[in-house]
């Protein structure tokens, strides 16, 4: 199978330091993997790097064959690459359904002077988006609050309206930093099967950082390991449980 | 659209853009009931809603500390004032050059926020260049008088219609006035004016969206200059005397005032706080030091107790009235 | 090259002023992240006070000074409790209007008491002007250099070799270190206004007598200040100093040298010219906003 995302002896360094070095892997469409590492193995540094948010000093990534190193954050969005962040990556005073619109804007299809002289065209494509994200959100059982700015809303409700944000324009890869992180166990659970559901069910290549192992182990199909910017260990659950460098690098930084 | 959550609404947001389309028409019966200077007060009212919903795009809706919104003001009066004089130009074509010219001015101050001069360097910056700006006036003496001012000619024209005396100018006022702010509404209920919101609240993400945040900060810098290039252009033929002092620090204080006091980031505190601000220190104007004195109390208080502004004292009557960047 | 030194002397004499303005403003930046946009109606309240105390209740000079010194401390202190602190959870936005409306609020009482006039002081440093070679020095050119020369020894000593000095850098560096050590952060903000106000007041005392007073008077000095400390390095003491010499004197040159209506747009120029160039200043670290 043609790989969705190729990731090429990716490195990156900040003021001499090197966040990542050399880092290779595929990953697939339909496949949820799960990035993890110590504290400060790049994990982040990785997604940044993917999503344009940092310059990779050397490597390069491809996505479905086009290179996405040097592309700018919008660009490397709108070609089907979306994020979430670890935290603040919402919009607090926006209503949760104005944060999912502020999701939909490269598929609203309406022009400046449309807008402006309120075009007939312009304000369908406008309605159309609202209607989908309204469906976005009710589908997320979050129908009831798409009015309230989302700092008004709890953790899980907001976790869950960045993910609908990112959803929104059915991404082919997706790239969750630490998605369930703050969440009550039985939340955490729905997350991740909503998360094995995209995945399984839309064919969205998944990439995730996690720090919660279990949830690892469980919900992914195949997992990356880092360490101090290295990628040390590459492969299913089983395999990874049973890597000696593994075990070392998380006993060692214990 | 239905209220979840039981919110208590005295009015609806369909009422309430049937309440928006009445002001202007109930507006329409003013001049017939006010003498010359209180319809010259509304004439002002009429030229600082626009300032205040074109300075508000950049504080309220951009998030940006940018005080280059007077400089705007003044670009667009002088355009229009050099080209009637100098040029014979039609005052409506020198109403677009304003709105041009202004939206120039706008580009080259959001030049200064995409480099990374932000927050009070922004602020610094386009105060100085305001201040610049009012220099060029005061020396330009060939061409702008000096602190004379430049006088416009008596014989003006919109569309064929006299603007000799403050009705006609009122209704022509009017008519640009509500143009504008339903184009700006427009704007700012739309993906546009979303990605406008989304990078005050968080450029960086914003850019995971796909939104191209350098062009929206162009764009909202280009409009606010634009819109308020044409209250210049009123402002010209209103006080018929384009003077540098119009300009100055004491008068960016006002526009920033009017923002703040109204509302940030909405349309309706733009207009109340035009209102609010233009009429009340009318009134203390009358004795030295009192106007100010009025105007800073106001802000302070309005900053203590109602820091959404105005406006905020609305949504206790309808959440309708909160600001949306959308519409159904 | 005597017009050159005399011009020179004459604007250091008047950057003293603006580095004190600047160093102002920069002592409550540095604590709190607050610009004082309203900073130069302060400074002419300072002025003021000086004027009621001196023409009216009569009192000498230096004892107008001190407690035109302390009201301003005072004032300062009120001003970050009563005003600050309540709106200290929004945005920059509103800080920043709320020190322009204050000093409006300062600025219309100042015009509403006094009405339009502008007021002459009784000379202070009246003294006869003597020579250094070539070069003329005059009363108020040795009095204001001498005073801020001074302050700014005392201030610096302060700042680098006391106990209090170190524990304002502590608190400069890390809030949250300091609140460890016991520091009470919102004490400390209240006291930096003081301190700011203050040094602001000190700056109106030297221009009072030496400029005609009128309620307007504190926008050119703002502006100016906030060229000092843009030229110097925004954020950094030293750099406040040097930059208000440097603005002062550059001045003069250019007024003189250039075109004399240049030197009103001094400040503005070098403001435009440092943020295009060199957003750090001379001192200043490098600025890194995040886009």
Do not use: C
């Amino acid at each position: 199978m043609e790989p969705l995302l190729k990731v090429q002896g990716l490195s990156v360094n900040f003021s001499g330091l090197k966040a990542l070095s050399d880092v290779t892997f595929d990953s697939f469409a339909g496949e949820v993997r799960a990035v993890i590492g110590p504290n400060g193995a790049g994990k982040t540094t990785l997604f940044n790097a993917i999503s344009g948010y940092v310059p990779s000093t050397a490597g390069q990534i491809f996505f479905k064959g086009e290179p996405l190193h040097g592309l700018a954050p919008h660009d490397i969005s709108v070609k089907g690459v979306r994020r979430t962040f670890q935290t603040g990556g919402l919009f607090p005073e926006m209503s949760a359904l104005e944060n999912v619109l502020a999701g939909l804007h490269v598929q609203i299809e309406s022009g400046f002077f449309g807008i402006v002289l309120g075009l007939a065209e312009a304000r369908e494509a406008e309605r159309e988006g609202i209607l989908r994200a309204k469906r976005l959100l009710d589908l997320m059982d979050l129908g009831a609050a798409a009015e309230q700015p989302v700092k008004d809303l709890s953790g899980g409700q907001q976790r869950m309206v960045e993910i609908v944000r990112t959803l929104a324009t059915e991404p082919p890869l997706l790239l969750l930093d630490e998605p369930v992180v703050g969440l009550s166990p039985p939340m955490r659970d729905r997350m991740m099967d909503i998360i094995r559901r995209l995945a399984g069910e839309e064919g969205i290549g998944i990439m995730l950082i996690e720090h919660v192992i279990d949830l690892v182990m469980s919900g992914s199909d195949t997992i990356v390991v880092l360490s101090s910017g290295e990628l040390i260990a590459e492969g299913t659950p089983e395999e990874v449980r049973q890597n000696r460098e593994v075990l070392e690098a998380y006993l060692g930084h214990a | 659209m239905e209220k979840k959550n039981g919110n208590t609404s005295l009015i609806t947001s369909n009422q309430l853009r049937w309440f928006y389309y009445l002001v202007p028409v109930a507006a329409l019966i003013i001049p017939f009931v006010a003498n010359e200077y209180l319809l010259w007060i509304v004439n002002a009212i009429l030229v600082y809603t626009l300032v205040t919903v074109g300075f508000n795009i950049i504080i309220g809706n951009l998030g940006q500390l940018a005080f280059a919104n007077t400089a705007f003001f003044g670009i667009g009066a002088y355009t229009s004032a050099i080209l009637m004089v100098y040029g014979g130009v039609p005052y409506t074509l020198s109403i677009l050059m304003s709105a041009i010219v202004g939206g120039l001015a706008g580009f080259l101050a959001s030049v200064t926020a995409l480099r990374g001069i932000r927050l009070y360097y922004l602020a610094i910056i386009t105060l100085a260049f305001g201040e610049l700006m009012r220099w060029v006036y005061l020396h330009g003496d060939d061409v702008t008088k000096g602190s004379d001012g430049l006088r416009i000619p008596d014989d003006i024209f919109f569309l064929g219609i006299p603007l000799d005396s403050e009705v006609p100018k009122f209704f022509v006022f009017l008519l640009l006035a509500v143009l504008l702010v339903k184009a700006t509404s427009n704007l700012m209920r739309s993906r546009i004016g979303r990605a406008i919101v989304a990078i005050r609240e968080n450029e960086a993400t914003t850019a995971s969206l796909g939104i191209h945040t350098a062009r929206y900060i162009v764009l909202a810098f280009v409009w606010s200059g634009s819109v308020v290039g044409v209250a210049g252009a009123m402002f010209a033929v209103l006080t018929e005397r384009v003077l540098p002092e119009a300009f100055g620090l004491t008068e960016v204080i006002i526009h920033f005032g009017m923002v703040l006091v109204g509302g940030t980031g909405s349309i309706v505190g733009s207009v109340i706080g035009a209102i609010t601000l233009t009429t009340l220190p009318e009134y203390f104007r009358q004795f030295p030091g009192m106007d100010e004195l009025f105007f800073g109390i106001i802000i302070v208080l309005v900053l203590l107790f109602l820091p959404k502004g105005i406006v905020s004292l609305l949504w206790r009557i309808s959440p309708a009235f909160k600001e949306r960047y959308y519409r159904d | 090259m005597d017009i050159f030194l005399q011009l020179t002397l004459s604007g250091l004499s008047q950057g003293a002023i603006f580095a004190l303005i600047a160093l102002s403003l920069t002592v409550v930046y540095r604590a709190t992240t607050i610009v004082n946009f309203g900073h130069g109606d302060f400074v002419m309240a300072g002025a003021f006070f000086v004027y009621v105390l001196v023409i009216y209740v009569e009192l000498p000079y230096v004892f107008a000074a001190i407690s035109a010194v302390l009201i301003m401390l005072g004032m300062g202190l009120g001003v970050s409790r009563g005003f600050i602190d309540p709106i200290k959870a929004g945005p920059h936005i509103g800080f920043a209007m709320m020190s322009i409306s204050l000093g409006y609020v300062l600025r219309g009482g100042a015009r509403f008491l006094w009405g339009r006039e502008v007021f002459p002081m009784p000379r202070v440093f009246d003294i006869e002007p003597f020579f250094i070679g070539n070069l003329v020095v005059t009363g108020d050119v040795l009095f204001i250099s001498a005073i801020v020369a001074v302050f700014l020894l005392i201030f610096f000593f302060i700042f680098y070799r006391t106990t209090t000095g170190v524990i304002i850098q502590a608190v400069y560096q890390s809030e949250r270190g300091a609140t460890l050590i016991g520091v009470n952060v919102r004490a400390f903000h209240q006291s930096m206004w003081g301190v700011g106000l203050a040094m602001g007041a000190l700056a109106g005392i030297l221009i009072a007598p030496i400029s005609l007073l009128h309620p307007d008077l504190g926008a050119t000095f703002l502006i100016r200040g906030f060229a000092a400390m843009t030229l110097g390095g925004f954020g950094s003491l030293g750099g406040a100093v040097v930059g208000g010499l440097l603005l002062g004197v550059a001045e003069q040159l250019f007024g003189f040298y250039i075109n004399s209506s240049l030197q009103d747009i001094t400040a503005y120029l070098i403001i435009v010219a440092v943020l295009v160039i060199r957003p750090a200043g001379l001192f200043g670290r490098t600025v890194t906003v995040r886009v």
